[in-house]
């Protein structure tokens, strides 16, 4: 993006960077806290349908379906409380840490193919790294709180997310294995074509990989049966006893983001990530692309005098984007498909105890995941048939997904390169000049952008 | 520790990690009311238990010596209150001992419609109630969804939902309305299927057995040493059941009702239903067999009521008139039990000649069966004591009064 503001709206380049991460950021900002808006209205509506009642119905008419907006009012509105014992300033920060945490792990999320704020080579791994730090917030939280019973919660979820940190890992890395990146963009595109081709489906490891990295991800965002932290019926309400108003909220814009966050990580490392179970979007774009063309056309001439080069894109490109636009909604349905699940486990099981988190720990999920692991790793060095080398007859299969990424990657180094050294012959006009991109990374990184 | 320094080994696993001392309620979720227990834990793990009573202290029994026997009705209500007609039967039958009175055949079978139908209602809420304290928020609703229908029953006999008054020495106020029996039929109808759900949901849910299996396991004998009655006893294998064992004045309302008193003999339960099997995890005693008879019990409950609305429907008789709101008493002092809800709820009364009552006191179920409560909770987990204490199911109303 950074590049397109560059080079086609010839903004500087530091200015052009700081303008792709602002965008970015919003973008994903509305992502974590509208999610949690419609995520916390779904999960009363969710438990109050499987209770045999209506849920919200009032505010914002049909389904209540701005209660949670309503509440949020409410929340502002709240007294904000500090306890008198309460360790005043980590007391106030704990909130922050946990939402920022989950937040920043959305940055390595992608959406669509290539939908993503920061492409890292590394994703898979950041996003780990990033939602492990989350356990600070109720750690700090319980520790500040003054409460015992916040203390409580802070060492129950000290003790469980560290630990099922374990068996997530070797869970995750099975799919990375198998890709052979850690690049969440290239995991999901290797999934391309058919449901057979999706990574739980690959043999039967990966598929008991993914239920017990579905189990692991339940736990390691303290949902029920293993939200000992707040366990109601033992500690009032654990970490966040003492917690009021708008601080009391952020814990739960935390956890509503990282529970899409996990859910929208176990659909691209297993369940395909953008893509259908029937590759149909392609054709579909191609239908779209007629009605949409004329829009795009009037949209480039209004564009044209800012931009001067964007009649440049290809009428393939819109379509690229509309199939992306529908991978996206693809990729968020499968998300919240598992959100649903697991409000669906909430409020169907009783909980366990803190000894049975671990022992369900220690003594099944990270046997299984090993386990599942080596016999994966077996699969794929003995080259074991999978449902990926099926011929298929609509969409392609894994492996020539893999050889288009690698053409797709080339091509867009290409480009890049071109971007960073536009040559004086592609920009007519003033020139923003020559520059490498080494001066331009090292200005970002330091921060001296402006 | 001073005469240790010298061994450097000592003191380096000589480390403790401190006692804290955690007070859970009165206000707190699980506490059912305003029960208080001090915890003393280290870590997970509670050392000592210490419940601490009286927030609900209401001087029901003061009250029960300036008032008539029928005026204290109300007051009997309040003391359990989930379970105000099986208090209010309590009370009456007490009433009616001290001054035999003989109740009509249509009256005792109206008593034990309304009686079993209270405990049913009652059991529901325990049934709900547990769950939540096992951290499983939906069954507390499925209870509730169908305890409503039994206050709207309620409602329709006396007109009210939660403090009925609606049995009082005598009989009962009035008579069941018309179309009562068939609307109370209708509701067993559809109540008596639903049950397969709460098991598959609580009973036999995996994490329900591991949660209440061999949690807070009991003895017979420490049952009975306890004083514990009702579930929490037949709970431990001890076979009492006051509807069956207790005094000719309360056991003759069930004179040739078949039923059998829910009670694990030679490793099984009564096999009058289709009920799942015991797992193997459990002990007799524990959490979940203490679950499991309540859950029994609503079975046997529904039956009673099956088979009292037929006696009822051919009975002779009117549904008993009360006493007079100023009856003279005789002299005298009774005391009787009856097999409420919880456990054995009885009463005790002294008359000196006026209509008002010269003492009156009450004898609490839950008061009992929550003495257990420190010695069952030695070396639990904090998760178990909710467990523990919601597998008791006390009403803090009626410890307190």
Known sequence: MAEFFHTTCHLPAPLAYLLAAIIACVLIIHVVAVGALIFIWLERKVSGRIQDRLGPTRVGGAFGWLQTLADGI??????????????????????????????????????????????????????????????????????????????????????QVVSYEVP????????????????????????????????????????????????????????????????????????????SGLRWSFFFMAEYGSMFLVSGLAAILFFGGWHGPIPIAEPIAGVLVVVVEPLVNIGRYLLGFIARDIGKVTDGAVAIQIANLMGCLNFLLKGTIGVTVMMWVRWTLPRLRIDQVM??????????????????????????????DLPSPIGINRSVAHESWVVEADREREIRAQAVTPSPADLPGESVGSFDSAAVDSLVMKGGAR | MATQVDDARIIEFDVRTDEMLVNMGPQHPSTHGVLRLVLRTDGEIVSEVEPHIGYLHRCAEKIGENLTPRQWIPYTDRMDYLAGMNMNLGWSLCVEKLIEHELPEKAKHLRV??????????????????????????????????????????????????????????????????????????????????????????????????RTANIGVMSGEMAVDYGCTGPVLRGSGVDYDLRRDGEDRYTELYDGYAFEVIVQRDGHYPKDHDYPAVPKETVLGDCWHRFYVRMLEVVQAIDLVRQAIDRYSTASGDWGVPIKLTHKLPKGEVYLETEAPRGQMGFYLVSDGSSIPWRVRARSSCFCNLSVTSELCRGCLIADVPAIVGSLDIVMGEIDR
């Open chain 1, 168 to 243: 997530l890992g070797m869970c995750v890395v099975v799919p990375c294995m198998i890709c052979g990146t850690l690049n969440l963009v290239t995991i999901g595109n290797m999934q391309a074509g058919s449901f057979t081709n999706w990574l739980a489906f690959n043999d039967p490891f990966t598929f008991i990989i993914a239920c017990v990295y579905f189990t692991c991800a339940t736990a390691s965002v303290n949902r029920a049966p293993f939200d000992l932290a707040e366990a109601e019926s033992e500690l009032v309400a654990g970490f966040h006893t003492e917690y």
């Open chain 1, 74 to 159: 409410k929340l502002i509105a709240k007294e904000d409380i500090t306890p008198k014992d309460a360790d005043a300033m980590l007391f106030k920060l704990a909130p922050y840490v946990g939402f920022a945490a989950s937040y920043c792990a959305y940055i390595a999320l992608p959406f669509s193919d290539g939908w993503v704020a920061q492409h890292m080579n590394t994703a898979v791994f950041f996003i780990l790294a990033v939602l492990g730090i989350e356990v600070f917030s109720p750690i700090l939280a319980g520790y500040s709180s003054g409460s015992k019973w916040s203390l409580f919660g802070a060492m129950r979820e000290a003790a």
């Open chain 2, 113 to 210: 419609i309304i009686a079993e139908m209270g405990r049913l209602a009652s059991h529901l809420v325990g049934m709900g109630a547990y769950g939540l304290d096992l951290g499983t928020f939906s069954p507390f609703l499925y209870a509730f969804r169908e305890r409503e229908r039994i206050l709207d029953l309620f409602e329709e006999a006396c007109g009210a939902r939660l403090t009925y008054s609606y049995l009082t020495p005598g009989g009962a106020t009035a008579d069941l309305p018309n179309g009562w029996l068939q609307k109370c039929e209708a509701f067993l109808d559809q109540f008596e299927p639903v049950i397969q759900e709460y098991h598959a949901l609580l009973t036999t849910n995996a994490i329900f057995i591991k």
């Open chain 1, 359 to 388: 022992t369900t720990c220690l003594k099944y999920c990270v046997p299984i995941a090993a386990f599942g692991f080596v016999g994966a790793l077996f699969w794929q060095v003995f080259e074991v048939p999978t449902l990926n």
